[in-house]
């Protein structure tokens, strides 16, 4: 027996059918900037999932940093798996709670593409050089990014994205005074969604950061069995496989903190929302409670966790002495830039002085561009060094203040 193909329509219905009535529909989206088509068989959220991953930024986040330089070996975490590890979690969380996995799924992919490079020594060093202009923050920096930085489409610049996802860059930024965030203000209380990904974002750090200071040798397991929540968790591995040691027992109790953090937040979750008498998007909005989030004891457990984590490996000298590195990268760039335009890349360089400054037709990349008010050069110069990876930012940084004579 043959079945007809699955169209927009039958998606909708799906939702409708599905999800719980607390979970955002994409029928209800307050939807795009730039009116477009429905597309025949894809949601707008499914639209701006594929648009996302397709986009320059999310490639880009596979040479930037998480926690340590990209460079530093090719097993640990990158922006861009860590991206991954998020999104996977973030849609079985959707998915127990009934929620929107599509929209959930574009919010977690989304998340991090505003990093600049070198991780938070990076963002801080924008915005000290940015301060007179509004500071840098990734999120805002992510928002901007998909609406109008990513050059793909004829019809409009950026992604043209919906605004339930554009919305979750402001929502996790909490800065509500910045001029961009004015068509989000009166939205309310974050979708649960948002929230999930938010949430999720911390489970995925603080286990894998622990894993990663582990494999690179900043801290060892000693150290760890004095932290509560690793030595439960390792109590608990040793109870269900008794035996284990060295690798095997470190990615089994890896493997425990991550599906304790999930079951905890699944359990407490869907108390609140029962508690708080949830019964659609609309009570979503209107609460001013956290509806996602862990039980007072995991809450507790990973404060000290993170604790833990923050001054043992995010402060460790081997991290700092990177993160050091790149943040002087950051800002010597800034300041030869600044003073010297003409050797930004002819792109961005349009984008300060117009059109004329460079003589020749523009490229093609150039037609969506050329349609937003020209932002000024302090602007132009953050926009282009967040948007590099590490090793871009790297060797930029050489081409410009080593002696060679490099093209
Ligand atoms: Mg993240």
């Given at each position: 027996?043959?079945?007809?193909?699955?169209?927009?329509?039958?998606?909708?219905?799906?939702?409708?059918?599905?999800?719980?009535?607390?979970a955002?529909?994409?029928?209800?989206?307050?939807?795009?900037?730039?009116?477009?088509?429905?597309?025949?068989?894809?949601?707008?959220?499914?639209?701006d999932?594929?648009?996302?991953?397709?986009?320059?930024?999310?490639?880009?986040?596979?040479?930037?940093?998480?926690?340590?330089?990209?460079?530093?070996?090719?097993?640990?975490?990158?922006?861009?798996?860590?991206?991954?590890?998020?999104?996977?979690?973030?849609?079985?969380?959707?998915?127990?709670?009934?929620?929107?996995?599509?929209?959930?799924?574009?919010?977690?992919?989304?998340?991090?593409?505003?990093?600049?490079?070198?991780g938070?020594?990076?963002?801080?060093?924008?915005?000290?050089?940015?301060?007179?202009?509004?500071?840098?923050?990734?999120?805002?920096?992510?928002?901007?990014?998909?609406?109008?930085?990513?050059?793909?489409y004829?019809?409009?610049?950026?992604?043209?994205?919906?605004?339930?996802?554009?919305?979750a860059?402001?929502?996790?930024?909490?800065?509500?005074?910045?001029?961009?965030?004015?068509?989000?203000?009166?939205?309310?209380?974050?979708?649960?969604?948002?929230?999930?990904v938010?949430?999720?974002?911390?489970?995925?750090?603080?286990?894998?950061?622990?894993?990663?200071?582990?494999?690179?040798?900043?801290?060892?397991?000693?150290?760890l069995?004095?932290?509560?929540?690793?030595?439960?968790?390792?109590?608990?591995?040793?109870?269900?496989?008794?035996?284990?040691?060295?690798?095997?027992?470190?990615?089994?109790?890896?493997?425990e903190?991550?599906?304790?953090?999930?079951?905890?937040?699944?359990?407490?979750?869907?108390?609140?929302?029962?508690?708080?008498?949830?019964?659609?998007?609309?009570?979503?909005?209107?609460?001013?409670?956290?509806?996602?989030?862990?039980?007072?004891?995991?809450?507790?457990?990973?404060?000290?966790?993170?604790?833990?984590?923050?001054?043992?490996?995010?402060?460790?000298?081997?991290?700092?002495?990177?993160?050091?590195?790149?943040?002087?990268?950051?800002?010597?760039?800034?300041?030869?830039?600044?003073?010297?335009?003409?050797?930004?890349?002819?792109?961005?360089?349009?984008?300060?002085?117009?059109?004329?400054?460079?003589?020749?037709?523009?490229?093609?990349?150039w037609?969506?561009a050329?349609?937003?008010?020209?932002?000024?050069?302090?602007?132009?110069?953050?926009?282009?060094?967040?948007?590099?990876?590490?090793?871009?930012?790297?060797?930029?940084?050489?081409?410009?203040?080593?002696?060679?004579l490099?093209?």
């Amino acid at each position: 027996m043959s079945h007809p193909p699955l169209s927009a329509a039958d998606w909708l219905a799906h939702e409708n059918a599905w999800l719980a009535p607390y979970a955002m529909r994409s029928r209800m989206s307050r939807g795009q900037r730039h009116p477009e088509d429905e597309h025949p068989f894809r949601s707008l959220y499914q639209r701006d999932r594929e648009r996302i991953v397709h986009c320059t930024a999310f490639r880009r986040m596979t040479g930037k940093t998480q926690v340590l330089v990209a460079s530093v070996n090719d097993h640990h975490r990158t922006r861009l798996t860590h991206t991954l590890e998020v999104t996977q979690v973030a849609r079985t969380v959707a998915r127990r709670l009934r929620l929107n996995e599509d929209l959930t799924e574009a919010i977690a992919l989304a998340h991090d593409i505003g990093h600049p490079p070198f991780g938070h020594a990076g963002e801080a060093a924008l915005n000290e050089c940015l301060k007179a202009h509004g500071g840098f923050d990734h999120n805002l920096f992510g928002l901007r990014r998909v609406d109008e930085l990513e050059e793909r489409y004829p019809d409009f610049p950026g992604l043209n994205l919906s605004f339930e996802v554009r919305w979750a860059f402001v929502a996790h930024s909490g800065r509500t005074d910045a001029p961009e965030c004015g068509e989000f203000r009166d939205a309310g209380s974050p979708l649960l969604e948002a929230q999930v990904v938010d949430v999720v974002d911390s489970i995925a750090y603080d286990t894998h950061d622990t894993d990663d200071a582990l494999g690179l040798g900043l801290i060892n397991l000693d150290e760890l069995a004095n932290v509560e929540f690793w030595n439960r968790a390792a109590d608990r591995v040793r109870r269900h496989t008794p035996g284990l040691s060295g690798h095997p027992f470190r990615t089994a109790v890896v493997r425990e903190l991550l599906a304790w953090q999930v079951t905890d937040l699944l359990e407490e979750t869907s108390r609140r929302i029962e508690e708080a008498n949830i019964r659609s998007v609309e009570d979503v909005r209107s609460t001013s409670s956290v509806l996602v989030g862990f039980s007072p004891e995991v809450r507790r457990l990973k404060a000290v966790l993170e604790q833990f984590l923050r001054g043992r490996v995010y402060k460790h000298h081997r991290v700092l002495r990177m993160t050091a590195n790149g943040k002087r990268i950051l800002q010597a760039l800034f300041a030869e830039y600044l003073q010297s335009p003409e050797l930004l890349p002819e792109k961005h360089l349009r984008r300060w002085a117009g059109a004329d400054a460079v003589v020749g037709p523009p490229p093609p990349g150039w037609v969506t561009a050329n349609r937003l008010p020209l932002p000024g050069l302090e602007c132009v110069v953050g926009d282009y060094l967040a948007g590099m990876t590490d090793r871009y930012a790297q060797h930029e940084y050489r081409r410009l203040f080593l002696p060679s004579l490099e093209l």
